[in-house]
């Protein structure tokens, strides 16, 4: 555990040394967010509450998702591939430590930095322009602490995941893009899921995406019972579960049929 | 002595898709792929005892790298049998890679964007080093690579030179019992290959730690190793003592005169005359059929000789000899 703080630490020290395109990337962040703020503002027209969903929660849901784009690599991740093709995965695998939470210790890292430099700074400034839900109760902060950090872990994963698809092709970029694709739709992060119909929100609750990212909206905008709530975890703990053993079992037979590139 | 590495019989195969040129041949790749088998590592047998030097040669796609890789856990042999102190290598993958070292020249272990300090930081951390024991192993390599002035800069501003030195702490922090050396003096000057090797010979004859050296660079293992494993197209090709590969295959040692006048006939019993340049001649002589102090003797009888010099016959000759000639091929 101290071991993945120290990885974790020396991520951060890292990722702090990219100022300018921290400081590009929240711009870009925040300036895509009002337009998606637009868009929805113009769907809701008249109507108060669309979905379950109000004008000012529509709005607060752009914010949510644009803040939540860095932490979680939302745009895409390659960076086990990238090692994987460029040889660099040997030094990895000659310490004494397990791949995954070598990987999870620099992730965790790169995630505090986004989360609090990108994540939040666009929340704040959200909150210059907008009027937006907060939480009101001690209990919804909790379980929203709680639901970030499950979301990370299965965005992890599933991040995780795809990259050692590069252990059996080639080049497994179009399978990442894929992926990553896949997850804007089902996760929540182009629509709020609860604007899709019925049948789909059905299929998308069979994924892990709801997890990453509708999850975290819904329960900062408060929409769920607290019932829910607790359902809406326990979900995105069983999640990480899965994943985090799909992905253990998937490296150990990765790493059997390893070939080191170069020499 | 125990073995710290026995291997036996040792195999790593690979399969390579062949890529047919052309469009026609990338369309028929997508139907029918054909494959072709790469013995890498065929059948190799190795026994390394604790606290030895030894040095692994072979040219480029010999087999070398591949079985360094099997050595430290991170390929799993196709087949035979390997045992690293006291291990199988890629069975107990953490256990394993905790207590050996490894530097491959053409990479560097450490964060490129950090200064090196924090790596080694890391490191403590990563291999659980006590902190007494961490502070006093670093303060000696401190000393003995020269890294004060560069601790503190990113690895990615430091010198090729000044990387090896700072991978090569960072391989020896914990105090391994068995250390891997891949190409360390690749491209460096001369100054800092012989700082490096002064270093390395420290390490294993001060802390006893066995070291397995693959390298190009001859003078390297003729500086540091007495024994040397030659291996060439995935088998090997001679185990032995360096000194013993000079008598089996050094060929001919040379005995260069320089003659205090011109003199028109030079030629002496046991030696062969390859060269004439003036004052100055070039004799060949094969070893054990005649010593050089006999041959001065015959020569000093009959001419004046203002200088002499023999020379031996270079490691890296004799390796050339024995790829290109093939000398050492099996049956």
Known sequence: MSLLWEVAKLAMQRQLTYRAATLAGLLTNFFFGLLRAAVLVALFGTSQEVAGLTIQGAITYTGLTQAVIAYLSFFGWFEVMDSVYSGEIASALLKPMSYFSFWLGQDLGRALVNFTLRGLTIMGLYALVFDLTVPTHFSQWLALLATLILSWLVSFSWRFLVNLSAFWTPNARGIGRFAFGLTWVLSGFLMPLRFFPEWFIKLCNLTPFPSMINTVVEIYLGVLESHEVIQALLVQGLWVVILVVAAHLILRAGTHRLVIQGG | ?331
């Open chain 2, 1 to 331: 002595m125990s073995d710290m590495i026995s291997a036996t019989d040792l195999k790593k195969h690979f399969v390579l898709h062949r890529h047919r040129p052309g469009f026609i041949g990338a369309v028929r790749n997508l139907i029918t792929r054909e494959h072709r088998l790469i013995r890498a590592v065929d059948g190799v047998n190795f026994h390394i005892e604790c606290g030895e030097f030894v040095g692994y040669l072979g040219p480029n796609g010999a087999g070398k790298s591949t079985t360094l890789k099997m050595l430290t856990g991170l390929l799993v042999p196709t087949s035979g049998e390997l045992l690293v102190n006291g291990r199988v290598p890629w069975r107990e993958r953490q256990v394993h890679v905790g207590e050996i070292g490894a530097v491959f020249g053409q990479r560097t272990t450490l964060w490129w964007d950090l200064p090196v300090i924090d790596s080694l930081e890391l490191l403590r951390h990563i291999y659980h080093i006590p902190a007494d024991r961490f502070r006093k192993n670093l303060q000696e390599f401190r000393d003995l690579l020269e890294l004060d002035h560069f601790l503190h800069t990113p690895v990615r501003a430091l010198s090729l030179g000044e990387r090896m030195r700072a991978d090569l702490c960072a391989a020896l922090l914990h105090d391994p019992r068995l250390l891997f050396l891949d190409e360390p003096t690749i491209g460096l000057d001369v100054v800092a290959k012989e700082r490096i090797r002064q270093f390395i010979r420290h390490i294993n004859l001060e802390r006893g730690t066995t070291i397995l050296l693959t390298t190009h660079d001859i003078s390297d293992v003729e500086k540091l190793c007495k024994r040397v494993m030659i291996i060439d197209r995935g088998r090997l090709l001679y185990d032995g003592l360096l000194d013993k590969l000079h008598q089996r295959f050094g060929g001919n040692r040379q005995l260069v005169v320089d003659f205090g006048e011109i003199y028109e006939d030079v030629h002496v019993d046991g030696a062969q005359v390859t060269e004439q340049v003036g004052t100055r001649v070039t004799y060949h002589f094969e070893r054990g059929t005649v010593t050089a102090s006999e041959l001065i003797g015959r020569l000093s009888s009959r001419f004046r000789i203002r200088d002499l010099e023999v020379r031996e016959p270079d490691v890296e000759d004799t390796i050339r000899r024995i790829y290109e000639e093939q000398l050492l091929v099996r049956g």
